[in-house]
């Protein structure tokens, strides 16, 4: 009988202890980046829906700014109508209520007058931690 003529099947203890370090090592280094990414991603969009909604509130004020007198109004005028403005004249600025959400969920708020653009309003989402200011994930993203 020979016993040396066997051929090896499958990978041994180490070699499979090693790729999965290597694995292991790459996900670490990989990792951060893309959850960076993931969330300039979302302060894009924010952005991006901010400036959607911009519009759509300078409509609403077209429409009916002079009705105002006076009163304070929130980004729900965009979908539901305030008491200011009859029924026969209002018309939904936007589709549906997630249209008013930020990508961390939270609703845009309406600042008017603004504060970055004293004259006029401003959108806001208050990032991901749903504060105002901060850095990162958690900045303020303002669409004067």
Known sequence: MKKGNRRRKGFTLIEAIVVIVILGVLATLIAPRLISRIGESRHSVALSKAATLAQSVELFLADHGAQMQG???????????????????????????DDLLDPWGAKFVLVYPGNKNKHDFDIVSYGADGKPGGEGENEDVVKP
């Open 71 to 97: 009163e304070s109004i929130s980004i729900d005028v965009l979908l539901e109508r305030p008491s200011f403005v009859p029924a026969s004249e209002y018309e939904p600025y936007v589709r549906n209520a």
